[in-house]
């Protein structure tokens, strides 16, 4: 099975401009979860998705925002960017059941932003 | 909310010998989930071990093995036999059903030949 694939892997965007990052679970995964990751804050996690509902939200501003497909894939929007956006986005893919019970999270190489 | 400590940055191993990662967690939740994941150099995560709350045996994946003591709220990962690809950043969390994944700050772990 193809593991989880995310594009770009490599972003540089200018202070208040968008993004848009993919996300491409592993196949059969409905559950995607996006985390961002900076070695000041470390791992902090900013929404999961389970079809095409977004069920959980971490604490980060309106300006970032997701979706996921009907095909499970998901992409991550943000907004106006900010230097402190620069930080490795992680997506991870889970066989979540419907109940909500986790399974193990399955996750991609990450998309590399920097804001300058 | 739920808190994730690891409380040593960094850790140094010999090859072959055995190391124990410290992990503690705050939670007022009764069924949950904890995990290990492992972060290499070519940063993609691999998850390492997993323990349901509600399993008093300690999980065991070949040479990784966790204690968890819940009244305690601590999770430690014991690395036995320590190989040169161990080396990677450590990563705890803990995941209540139907919730997000929190992690620890990591501990940064390395094996020496």
């Known amino acids: 099975k193809a593991g989880v694939t995310q594009t770009p892997r490599y972003l540089i965007k200018t202070r208040g401009q968008q993004v848009t990052l993919s996300c491409s679970p592993i196949?059969?995964?409905?559950?995607v979860s996006w985390y961002q990751q900076t070695p000041g804050q470390g791992l902090q996690f900013l929404f999961e998705y389970f079809s095409e509902t977004q069920r959980n939200k971490g604490n980060f501003p309106g300006r970032f925002s997701g979706r996921q497909f009907s095909n499970s894939r998901s992409e991550m929007n943000v907004s106006t960017l900010e230097l402190g956006d620069s930080a490795l986005y992680l997506c991870?893919?889970?066989?979540?059941?419907?109940?909500?019970?986790?399974?193990?999270?399955?996750f991609g190489p990450g998309t590399r932003l920097t804001v300058t | 909310a739920q808190t994730v400590t690891q409380s040593q940055p960094e850790m140094s191993v010999q090859e072959a010998e055995t190391v124990t990662l410290s992990c503690t967690y705050d939670t007022s939740e009764n069924n949950y989930y904890l995990f290990w994941y492992k972060q290499p150099p070519s940063r993609q995560m691999i998850l390492v071990i997993r323990q349901e709350a509600y399993k008093q045996q300690n999980a065991t994946e070949n040479r990784f093995s966790v204690n968890f003591q819940k009244a305690a709220k601590s999770f430690s990962l014991k690395i036995s036999d320590s190989q040169l690809g161990d080396t990677a950043m450590y990563f705890c969390?803990?995941?209540?059903?139907?919730?997000?994944?929190?992690f620890g700050a990591g501990t940064r772990l390395t094996v020496k030949p």
């Open positions: 969390a803990f995941m209540k059903q139907g919730w997000d994944m929190r």
């Open positions: 196949s059969g995964h409905r559950s």
């Open positions: 991870a893919s889970s066989l979540m059941s419907s109940s909500g019970v986790p399974y193990e999270q399955y």
